[in-house]
Each structure stands twice: as C-alpha cells, then as structure tokens.
C-alpha cells in the first residue's frame, strides 16, 4: 500500500518569502499526486495535481509542485506567500481498487508578517 | 463550478445512537468516497463506493457503518451506535473519470 510522508509538520515563513512544502511518497508503478489545502474550519479544497506529461505542475493561488520520479517526491512551492496563504497543506496519493486518496499528517504552513 | 453537498454541518448526537450523514456528490460523477479527519489528525480514508457497491474499505470501516445511495443522487454514511471515538469530522468525496476528486465542506460529528 502507498504511504505519504510529509517531512514538515509546521513551516513558519514571512510574508512574500518563497516556501517549500516537502511531500515523498512509496514507490509505486505509477502514481497520481495531489496536494490539497484546508483552511481552518473549511474543507478540502484541491490546489493541483500530477497525472502524467510534464513533471512541473501549476496550481491554484500561484502554487507549483513537481513530481520526481526518482526521489519519489512530490514537493509544493510557491515563489511569494501572502498572509492568506496560513492553512493546513495536504499531499496525498491516489491508489487502491477504489482509487482512493491517501493523504500525508498535514504541514502547517504560518505565514507572517 | 459543481460542489459536494453535506449534511449536516455539524451534529451532536448521544453515544449509542445511530446517525446518518448525507452527501449529494456531482452529479456526472461515479466515484463517491467518504474519509473522516479527528481533530487534529490527518485525512483517513473510510469507503470507497462505484456501481451501486464497496469497492474498497478500510480496517476503520467495520460493521458499524454502511454506506447507501439510496435514490441516486443522495449517497450516506450510516453509523450504528455511535462511540466517543466517533468523534470526527466525516468528508464526502467525488471523482470524475479524469481523477478530479471534489469534497465536501464536511459534517463535524460530536458524540456525547
């Protein structure tokens, strides 16, 4: 079974400060990745994914991650963070019968001014 | 843009009850999924649901809870005698062909 190991637990960072969100995951023939983010209180609220075709992914609020076949990574990034951008960031792999979503524990991203 | 509904959003129930948790996935979607999140805890997945049946659950899924899409709209999550450790926040979640998993806002169940 896949697993998601997100390295960070908490990331505090300053405003408009570039970040990085660690995400790995086990190996597996071929993977669909995603990362997901949830505001306090709110739900899940998908922010990009990797199916195939270009390793660079572009995602919603000037989010980017990109798949790393041989480090089994999964890594979002974000070149200018804003104060907005305080939530909870998920990484999750898609896999199973039922192609469920396995998610990572969550890193806290705090963003301040 | 098309949404998972839920409801509740949030529902106190007394320990031993039953409760049923409601969801209207999109509707051109196949997939449903429900996946529960204790405070503070990461995403767990519960049950995976396509053609009318199970097509995967998790070792959290035991026999009490089931899941029905009663009228092919509405899909549930039904939990028979509720415990404390219930205690969650249970998501709804669709999937298209092309893996675009949509989720609910959520229902936070609180067993007292």
């Known amino acids: 079974a896949q697993s998601v190991t997100q390295l960070d637990s908490q990331v505090p960072v300053f405003e408009e400060a570039p970040v990085e969100l660690r995400c790995n995951y086990s190996?597996?023939?071929?993977?669909?990745l995603f990362w997901y983010v949830q505001y306090p209180n709110q739900g899940l609220q998908l922010l990009l994914k990797y199916l195939s075709g270009s390793t660079l992914v572009k995602g919603i609020n000037g989010f980017e991650a990109e798949f790393n076949k041989s480090q089994t990574s999964f890594h979002l990034r974000k070149p200018s963070v804003h104060i907005s951008d305080t939530a909870e960031y998920f990484c999750?792999?898609?896999?199973?019968?039922?192609?469920?979503?396995?998610f990572g524990a969550g890193t806290i991203l705090r963003v301040k001014s | 843009e098309p949404e998972v509904t839920q409801t509740p959003s949030h529902q106190v129930t007394q320990m031993g009850q039953e409760v049923i948790l409601r969801c209207v996935p999109i509707s051109n979607h196949l997939y449903f999924y429900w996946y529960r999140q204790i405070l503070g805890q990461k995403v767990e997945f519960l049950v995976s649901?396509?053609?009318?049946?199970?097509?995967?659950k998790s070792e959290i899924f035991d026999d009490q809870f089931s899941v029905e899409r009663p009228d092919g709209s509405n899909f549930t999550l039904k939990i028979r005698s509720t415990k404390l450790e219930d205690s969650a926040m249970y998501f709804c979640?669709?999937?298209?062909?092309?893996?675009?998993?949509?989720f609910g806002s959520g229902t936070r169940l609180t067993v007292v």
């Open positions: 979640a669709s999937r298209d062909a092309g893996y675009g998993y949509t």
């Open positions: 999750a792999v898609s896999e199973g019968r039922g192609n469920k979503l396995v």
């Open positions: 190996s597996s023939v071929s993977v669909y």
């Open positions: 649901f396509y053609n009318n049946e199970i097509s995967e």
